[in-house]
């Protein structure tokens, strides 16, 4: 089936640390991956997304790369500030399955200035 | 443009009792979802609804009806609420440039005692 498992959390870092989310997926077809950050009292909002072998994702000088030979996702940020705390979600959705979603159980970051 | 409209926000319910969540979204999105969010599990499908007229079960929908009462509104009903149904839902609809973003609303945390 389709999964995606996510680093356990919380994770606590320094403002202006490296930041490292590590995401993993099995996937039957050919996925579409995504990250998803929901700030505290909100929904989730699109972070970013990659849909094929080799492609990047950015926005708000976060990353993630599309490896399809490690079946990962792993969302990195050079320089994090205390506004990046939030808990991040990573995804995948099948091509022609109705724009479901699969989730991974979420990861919490805390950043301390 | 308000995006994805959730009601309640809170929503205190005794084991039994019965209750409907509300969705509406003014993107003139096509499908629409009805996900919960648990600890460490993420977020899981209850049902979604891919155009105006048809609905499907997701991952965990056991307990739960909806409706797609027209293009812009979804709803969620409980029948007879139990405590394993405490959770947030969040409702969602799928748009975006090639149809893969999907828009939550703000949430319903719920409470089943």
């Known amino acids: 089936g389709n999964s995606v498992t996510q680093m356990e959390g919380p994770v606590t870092l320094s403002e202006e640390a490296f930041l490292t989310i590590n995401c993993t997926y099995t996937?039957?077809?050919?996925?579409?991956l995504f990250w998803y950050v929901q700030y505290p009292g909100e929904g989730l909002q699109l972070l970013l997304k990659a849909t094929k072998a080799d492609d990047k994702g950015s926005n708000k000088g976060f990353e993630a790369t599309y490896r399809k030979e490690t079946t990962s996702f792993h969302l990195e940020k050079g320089s994090v500030q205390v506004s990046d705390s939030a808990v991040y979600f990573c995804a995948l959705s099948i091509y022609n399955q109705g724009g479901k979603l699969i989730f991974g159980q979420g990861t919490e970051l805390s950043v301390k200035p | 443009n308000a995006g994805v409209t959730q009601t309640p926000k809170f929503q205190v319910l005794k084991t039994g009792q019965s209750m409907t969540l509300q969705c509406a979204q003014d993107m003139n999105h096509n499908s629409m979802y009805w996900y919960r969010q648990d600890p460490g599990m993420g977020l899981r499908l209850i049902y979604y609804s891919a155009s105006e007229g048809t609905t499907d079960k997701g991952e965990v929908p056991n307990g739960y009806n909806v409706s797609r009462l027209n293009k812009r509104e979804f709803s969620l009903r409980l029948e007879s609420a139990a405590p394993s149904q405490t959770s947030v839902y969040f409702c969602?609809?799928?748009?975006?440039?090639?149809?893969?973003?999907?828009?939550f609303g703000s949430g319903t945390q719920l409470s089943v005692l």
């Open positions: 969602a609809s799928l748009g975006g440039q090639a149809n893969e973003k999907l828009f």
């Open positions: 996937a039957t077809g050919y996925p579409s």
